[in-house]
């Protein structure tokens, strides 16, 4: 029988001949109110493709379910805090989710729909991969007195499939200033030899983001610049991963991508970008397909406002408003 996870409490529930699901449970939590719940397990040696996600949550229970895949958990503990949001938990271990190398592989929120990976498209995890290790982060809603199994419905199979799925993050450093409207922007070219085409993105910040995007640029000689937009979204609505602008886009070794998270601040304090619920984020992530290797760097990072620009640093114009 072909199993995911190496030990832990899975259960089969069907099998065709190829696909299997496994479940992917909190182990009975008690969650506080607006808490950041952690849970791992491991992979087996054999390689697996995750292929499918469907949340298993009672509505009104959890803000957002998200699926990374790790080299190592950010704990040991079977289940830990994992918030960067709220106040520590008394009782569990705060560490992050991922010790190293975490890639998103599937995220709910709030009965947002769930994406469906296109066909014959599969996150290649376990083996020799970097993913060796899959954790669930739960943001809860509310105080449980009850233990919460809240988790996912993980589809896989052993049998290779056609087209690799991946995911890439645009991140920035940055300051906020107090009382002011800011634009955090990131470049980068693709030095790899990949050729992705983008299916879906997420966009995240805390609270003062207000309009995230992202762009594949095609930088011209003659300063004419030219924009096609991946995807743009409030990150105010629940961040969940939603289709892109244009499904036929795709994106090869020299191209351009950019991101742009765009924030208010109407605090009187300046707020750097950090971990916690007092700082803010500016993520951009895209998720694509490939018919070869997926990249191995999967991260670009500008050092944010005021420092960096797209127009000096980047030299980029052009620039959508
Ligand atoms: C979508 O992307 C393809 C490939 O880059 C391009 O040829 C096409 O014009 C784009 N469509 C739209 C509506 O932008
Ligand atoms: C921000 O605005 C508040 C209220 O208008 C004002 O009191 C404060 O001095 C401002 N702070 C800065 C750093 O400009």
Not at 251 to 267: F, L, P, S, W, Y
Not at 278 to 306: H, K, L, R
Request: aromatic share 8%; with cysteine; proline share 6%.
């Amino acid at each position: 029988m072909l199993a995911l996870f190496i030990s832990a409490a899975f259960c089969l529930l069907f099998s065709n001949i190829n696909a299997l699901t496994t479940d992917l449970k909190m182990p009975g939590v008690l969650p506080e109110a607006d808490s950041y719940l952690c849970t791992s397990v491991p992979l087996t040696e054999t390689e697996n493709y995750l292929t499918g996600f469907e949340a298993i949550a009672q509505k009104g229970t959890a803000h957002h379910i998200l699926l990374f895949g790790c080299e190592e958990p950010g704990s040991e503990d079977l289940v830990w805090d994992c918030g960067e949001m709220n106040k520590r938990s008394d009782e569990l271990e705060r560490a992050p989710t991922c010790a190293n190398k975490p890639a998103i592989l599937y995220a709910w929120a709030l009965d947002a729909p769930s994406l469906q990976l296109p066909k014959d498209v599969g996150f290649l995890v376990g083996g020799e991969t970097p993913i060796r290790h899959l954790v669930m982060q739960v943001h809860y809603m509310h105080e449980k007195t009850e233990a919460d199994e809240t988790g996912l419905r993980i589809t896989y199979t052993d049998e290779p499939q056609p087209k690799l799925a991946a995911t890439m993050l645009l991140v920035t450093g940055g300051v906020l200033p107090a009382n002011k409207t800011e634009s955090f922007e990131t470049a980068c070219v693709i030095e790899e030899d990949v050729e992705m085409h983008p299916f879906a993105f997420r966009t995240h910040t805390h609270r003062h983001g207000f309009d995230v995007s992202g762009w594949l640029v095609d930088e011209d000689q003659q300063n004419e610049d030219h924009w096609s937009l991946i995807g743009r979204r409030d990150p105010q609505l629940p961040q969940m991963f939603v289709p892109v602008s244009n499904a036929s886009m795709v994106i090869r070794q020299g191209d351009m991508v950019t991101a742009r998270c765009v924030m208010k601040n109407n605090e009187d304090r300046d707020i750097g970008m950090g971990a916690t619920g007092d700082d803010e984020m500016c993520n951009f992530y895209i998720m694509y397909w490939t018919e070869g290797d997926v990249m191995q760097d999967n991260t670009c990072f500008s050092p944010g406002a005021p420092e960096y620009r797209w127009v000096s640093e980047a030299a980029l114009n052009h620039i959508p408003k």
